[in-house]
DNA sequence: CCGGTATCTTGGAACGATCCAGAGCGCCGT
DNA sequence: ACGGCGCTCTGGATCGTTCCAAGATACCGG
């Protein structure tokens, strides 16, 4: 390399930068250009808008860039893109004594489908105790990410709605119960319809006493799974009297509830349970071992969220298992439509989950 | 502001950007430096360097930040510093009939204990079928992460010391196994002291035949664990002998591994069961139940990780815990040291993990 | 042979932050 | 009173990419 060396002692107003360092600085824009024979402008239209370039230029333009490893810079596209191509989505600490551990799937779909868009993933925290900066608006406002996936709903929170009205871009796993009318997308899936499922599998297995174990009133995602329990048991003309209990979304409350409801005169005893979520069936299950029970042949259960507790407990757990991978990828879809500003016609989409059946049923 | 018109029909070459649009645009460093009267570089050294600034100063600037609820843009910041402030994370499929879910408890604490250090975690996947560009490569030179945590060595993989022979800045979750001169830095849960911990819990209670049902000969992790086994139980003076059996990391080989182990003289039979993951105690619980037993009154099972599974499931399952939190600490911890190019004295730091015993010991 | 058009390529400017060198200014001792 | 010093603050240059408008080239019919 020409090492153009200049009289010492006087000062140089250029350094003159040889473009081809040895190994140490990344290569840019600029030096595949000069490896090329191309200008920089040419290069970066190879890389986004490789139709507009002479077959041949092209090919050698891209072997220029194969030789010197070259990938551009992802800060520069993003400062002048206005774009960081990063989603967020925010982690909650795990709760321990919870079987719903679903975020492990859906996480990993989410960001297998935003790499196929072109996207990343960024994690972060609710921000602890300092509320003084919402860490939404914080990323947002500093340009960090583009937007944002919101889980949070899927439990029923209405963070969403504050979202929507900040103008935040953001797709939501989970429908916005509390506002029909909201404007963002959403993706979620068909609890009552799982549930409905569930209630014709125990049907088809001889069972006629069908027990719910779900979660207070003030819940919709448990009115909603709770509502597939009560619809479909009076289609297929079975009663849902004296076959409810509500509560917590803990294991106690499981097994209390399946005490309770076994705690009666035997013609009135379930012969199956029903659970909002697999946390509340592992306490189901608890309970059924405390009384020397055993779910699969004394007495049918059968989770939702199927979870990796439901399949490694013993005996292993039938459970709703719901399509993370799809919502996951209709999520980025969304995301998509909405970065590029397209317009979206129907804001929401569900899925329907499916059952997994094992040994409690 | 001297609107310094120009004279109409001129080409204007300089299109005179009114810096103080509505609200559409966010502010920039200027558009502050303005509002406080300040120059540009000025507000920059209140954001970094508050310090030069004087008090009086300093407060004006701050006001005006506030005032237009200003925070830096990052991909400005990034392009300059050369720095992207992301720490890249591979994440892996969920693999399903696995109680392997502590990813959740350590990303959780990842991210806090990054947040507080100035970073925050990008997620990525393998990338695939095609091997073509390897995500590492990719992240770090287009300048995406500045440095990744590579949690692949806690299964024993010998991922790492590519990754150090090529010079990517990384910290490690797991011992450099195969590799006791790497330069990497590393941080590791000391599972040797977790089993014996176990041993002496189980001995504390009265057993003396404990059976080890662990991993195969391949695996450094399980090699480390099963000698606490051993040597504790021979500190205790008891015996090893036909009290081990090795197989995968799965439900299946945990009961099969039970099953065989009680299949014996009612004498040689163990009393007690450690495990190498909570992937095998449950399979060995299965055969348990299987059998007719019951964990924690006929027999004692411990297991390994602490998973959700073994929180939830019934009987409960004890089961070392690793102090993920901490773990996630100290990664970031070195991940700091590394990236301010401080001298690392000593790379490597082992954590001592706890017992959370429960219904089955 | 020439002007016009479609295709391909080019250099300059901009994104918004930080680095750098130097300017203004108040304070001190002599 | 003055040079020197330290503390603040300033303006210009820079990071590597993409946008923009205009230049160069090739192809075509008249």
Known sequence: ????????????????????????????????????????????????????????????????????????NRAARNLRTRSSHLVGLRVDPAVEDSANALMDRFVHSLVESTEVAGYHVLLFTAGGDHEATCPYDELLRSAAVDAFVVTDTFRGNPHASWLGSQGVPFVAFGRPWDDPAARHPWVDVDGRAGVALSVDHLVER???????????????????????WVTRMHEHGLPTSRLSARGDDTLEFGSRAAHALLDVSPADRPTAFLCASDTVAMGVLRALDERGLRAGRDLAVVGFDDSIAAQVCSPALTSVRQPLEQVAVEVVRFLGDLLAHHPIPEPGCILAPTLSVRSTS
């Open 1 to 72: 390399m020409s090492t153009n060396p200049v009289p010492p002692g006087q000062p140089q107003p250029q350094p003159q930068p040889q473009p081809e360092q040895p190994a140490s600085a990344p290569p840019t824009l600029a030096t595949v250009a000069l490896e090329a024979g191309v200008s920089r402008q040419t290069v970066s239209n190879a890389l986004n808008a490789p139709e507009l370039l002479r077959p041949d230029t092209l090919h050698r333009v891209q072997q220029a860039i194969e030789k010197l490893g070259y990938s551009p």
């Open 206 to 228: 001889g069972h006629s006493r069908i027990a719910w174990a779900g979660w207070q009133k003030g819940s919709f995602i448990g009115e909603d799974r709770r509502s597939g």
